[in-house]
Each structure stands twice: as structure tokens, then as C-alpha cells.
């Protein structure tokens, strides 16, 4: 059974700070989806990477494939209230089907 | 204009009803999807259609019928609801089948069984 663990489960910071979080696993995947979301709406996607060692960059949020294609993180820089949500990973891995697999989330609130 | 949109949005019922959500997509997208969110936030996968053909049915108690009558459409009916059944739903869209397709989510209908 392929899973995707994310860490923390819960994360509360003061305005300014910066956090990551991460989203691992012992399978290969061929894609990874970050996706963040507001209470009352859907998930919205911020980003898919695809090639192992891949950064990609959306304003203070970085994400990352690792080398082996096995886990992500999501590093956020001068955290902002705006930024308070819950935060999804969701990938495919080789032997999946081509299900989306997803991870329990990160909660995360940025206090002013 | 918006791209998947999911009635109704808010559902207060009892135990034994039976209910219905009903899901459209505008962005012309061949594969729907119901997810259910728990109270841990949790996001299941319940069924998909591409194309009005089912194609993921997960392990789903045979209360929940989806019903797709064309390919932008795709409903959820749920008969003697439990008060398990308590969640949130959320209908998606995708391109395509593949999971590698980017998911657009509706904004959810909260089921709340009493």
C-alpha cells in the first residue's frame, strides 16, 4: 500500500516566521501536487513537480521533489496570516495505477 | 463563473433520509470524482467517472450511488443515511483520468446526519 505522510500534523507560528513541511514516503512517484486549503472551500492546487531534484518557487513558498522522487517539502518564508490553511500533498506513484495518492495534511495558522 | 460547483452546500437531515448532492463542472474536464473529507481533514476518494463510465469505486457502503448522466455532471445519492455519514463532499474534475491531472474542486457540501 503506497502512503504519504505528512509532518507535522499541526503547525501554529507567529507572523514572520518561517516553516516547512514535509511529505514522505517509501514509494517512487512519478508526480507530486501541492494543494492548499481555505476553511469552506475546496483544495486549490499551488503546484505539481515532476522531476526528482526539481524547485519550483510561488512567491515566499518553495517546493521541492527530492533526488529519489520519494518525498517533498513545502518551505514558507516570513509566514503571513494569509498563509494559515490546510496544507495537502498528493502524487502518483509508479505502481499505483495512476491513483492519486494523498497525504493526511498540515494544518497550519499563522498568528499576527 | 464558477468552474465546479456543488448543491447544496450546507445539508441538515436525519438519520434514515435519503439525500442527494448534485456536482457540475463548466471547464469541459472528461473525469469527475467524489471525495469525502472527515473531521480529521482526511480526503477519500469515493468513486470517478471519465466519460459518464465508472471507473474508481472505492470501498464505498452501496448507500452511495453516483450518477452521471452526462459528462459534466455528476451526482450523489445517499439512501438511510448513518450518522457516519457525516462529512464534507467534495465533487472534482480532471482532464483526464490519469492521476497525474490537476484536480479542480467544487467548494464542498457539509452533510451533518442527526
Known amino acids: 500500500t503506497q502512503l504519504l505522510e505528512q509532518s507535522p500534523q499541526f503547525l501554529s507560528i507567529q507572523e514572520g516566521e518561517n516553516l516547512t513541511v514535509y511529505c514522505n514516503s517509501s514509494?517512487?512517484?512519478?508526480?507530486l501536487q501541492w494543494y492548499r486549503q481555505e476553511p469552506g472551500e475546496g483544495p486549490v492546487l499551488l503546484v505539481t513537480?515532476?522531476?526528482g531534484g526539481e524547485v519550483k518557487k510561488l512567491k515566499r513558498l518553495t517546493f521541492q521533489f527530492g533526488d529519489a522522487r520519494k518525498d517533498s517539502s513545502l518551505h514558507i518564508t516570513a509566514a503571513q496570516p494569509g498563509d494559515t490553511g490546510l496544507y495537502l500533498c498528493?502524487?502518483?506513484?509508479?505502481?499505483?495505477?495512476?491513483?492519486?495518492?494523498w497525504g493526511a495534511g498540515t494544518k497550519l495558522i499563522i498568528k499576527p | 463563473d464558477t468552474a465546479v460547483s456543488q448543491t447544496p452546500k450546507y445539508l441538515v437531515t436525519q438519520m434514515g433520509n435519503d439525500k442527494s448532492i448534485k456536482c457540475e463542472q463548466n471547464?469541459?474536464?472528461?473525469?469527475m470524482y467524489w471525495y469525502k473529507q472527515d473531521s480529521k481533514k482526511f480526503l477519500k476518494i469515493m468513486f470517478s467517472?471519465?466519460?459518464?463510465?465508472?471507473?474508481i469505486n472505492e470501498t464505498v457502503p452501496n448507500r452511495f450511488s453516483p450518477k452521471s448522466p452526462d459528462k459534466a455532471h455528476l451526482n450523489l445519492h445517499i439512501n438511510s443515511l448513518e450518522l457516519g455519514d457525516s462529512a464534507v463532499y467534495f465533487c472534482?474534475?480532471?482532464?483526464?483520468?490519469?492521476?497525474?491531472?490537476?484536480?479542480?474542486f467544487g467548494a464542498g457540501s457539509r452533510l451533518t446526519v442527526l
Open positions: 467517472y471519465n466519460n459518464k463510465e465508472l471507473i
Open positions: 498528493a502524487g502518483v506513484a509508479m505502481d499505483s495505477n495512476y491513483q492519486l495518492i
Open positions: 513537480v515532476v522531476t
Open positions: 514509494s517512487v512517484f512519478s508526480s
Open positions: 472534482a474534475s480532471s482532464l483526464g483520468i490519469s492521476g497525474a491531472n490537476v484536480l479542480t
Open positions: 471547464l469541459g474536464h472528461d473525469t
